[in-house]
């Protein structure tokens, strides 16, 4: 009798749940090579800002919430998260314990593989644009072992060099026939409006300290300046000045994290002239003063600044 789909499902679960455990029997972050990377945590956690990456990121256990802009997503075993561009996010675990720890690994997607896996697949079919950056989609027992299979491979070093490749082509196929196919053409660079938003994203990125020029930025990107915030706000979540804000303020607190520099002299090489706007904005992001901030991640180690 053919085992049904749920029973798959269940099954590859479990599968992805004792492999994690067997790879990463402590908390921490493991490279398994190839951009993909596992992740244990045994405790619910704070909130943690980072910067998403282009990946596909699952929970083999566990749950987690992830904020962008006004937008919450929250995903568990049973849903996968993609992300298609770069930007500025804000997340804690929900749902970890000793004995049931958050388990789960991302995988950074090469935008050349997913463009070469698309254009090969005469089935596949290019998305509408102004897909959002984010989002997250029930997971099917095709995927899931798939990613059971990655994860397996990864630990043969006989294997991995030869077969990481072809079960992450098999990955990014059955992504790409999913509900995240335009997201993947996002990552891909297939479609008109996502080169132009991954352009000013770009140019925000590279000129953070300096004033928003957004006529300017949109000029270069080819659009008017009311069709660029159109977009920019319908693909990432936030408003160009929003994204630039989480710039400023992340890059300010990895100088007082890493320099021996003061709020005044951080706020200043960001782009701030104004001291107290700095602070005002600093605790509003982090939720601290800038120095009380510095202490706490200090004091927390470097578990603390990341969870995937």
């Keep these: 009798m053919t085992e049904n789909h749920t029973d798959r499902l269940t099954r590859a679960q479990e ?89 789960s690994i991302k995988l950074d997607l090469d935008p050349a593989m997913v463009s070469s896996v698309l254009l090969a697949s005469a089935q596949l079919t290019m998305a509408a644009e102004d897909t959002a950056a984010f989002n997250v989609t029930r997971v099917d027992a095709d995927l899931m072992e798939t ?94 000045l929003q994204y630039q804000k989480h710039l400023r303020l992340r890059e300010a607190r990895r100088l007082l994290l890493s320099q021996d520099i003061d709020v005044a002299n951080a706020g200043f090489q960001v782009g701030y002239n104004d001291a107290s706007h700095f602070n005002r904005d600093y605790k509003k992001l982090f939720g601290q003063s800038p120095m009380r901030d510095i202490e706490s991640l200090r004091e927390a180690g470097p578990l603390a600044l990341s969870a995937s």
Excluded: W
């Excluded at 904020?67 to 993609?82: A, C, E, Q, R, T």
């Excluded at 072809?166 to 992504?175: D, G, N, P, S, Y």
């Excluded at 297939?190 to 990125?205: C, D, E, K, N, V």
């Design 147 to 240: 990613v059971v299979r990655l994860v397996r491979v990864s630990q043969n070093t006989a294997e991995a060099q030869f077969l990481m490749p072809m079960v992450k082509r098999e990955l990014i196929f059955r992504l790409l026939m999913g509900s995240h196919g335009g997201r993947l053409s996002q990552i891909a660079g297939m479609g008109p409006t996502s080169q132009r938003i991954s352009s000013a994203l770009r140019s925000l990125r590279e000129e953070f300290d300096q004033p928003l020029r957004i006529p300017e930025i949109a000029q270069r990107s080819g659009m008017s300046v009311s069709s660029f915030h159109d977009h920019f706000k319908r693909v990432t979540g936030l408003t160009p």
């Design 15 to 103: 599968d992805l749940q004792v492999l994690l455990a067997e790879i990463l029997p402590r908390d921490g972050n493991l490279d398994l090579g190839s951009g993909l990377a596992a992740y244990r945590r045994g405790a619910a956690s704070e909130l943690v800002h980072g910067e998403s990456s282009l990946a596909f990121c699952l929970i083999a256990q566990g749950a987690k919430e992830l904020f962008l802009g006004d937008s919450i997503f929250v995903y568990d075993k049973d849903n996968y998260l993609i992300t298609s561009f770069q930007l500025p996010t804000i997340s804690h675990i929900v749902e970890a314990t000793p004995e049931k720890p958050y388990l």
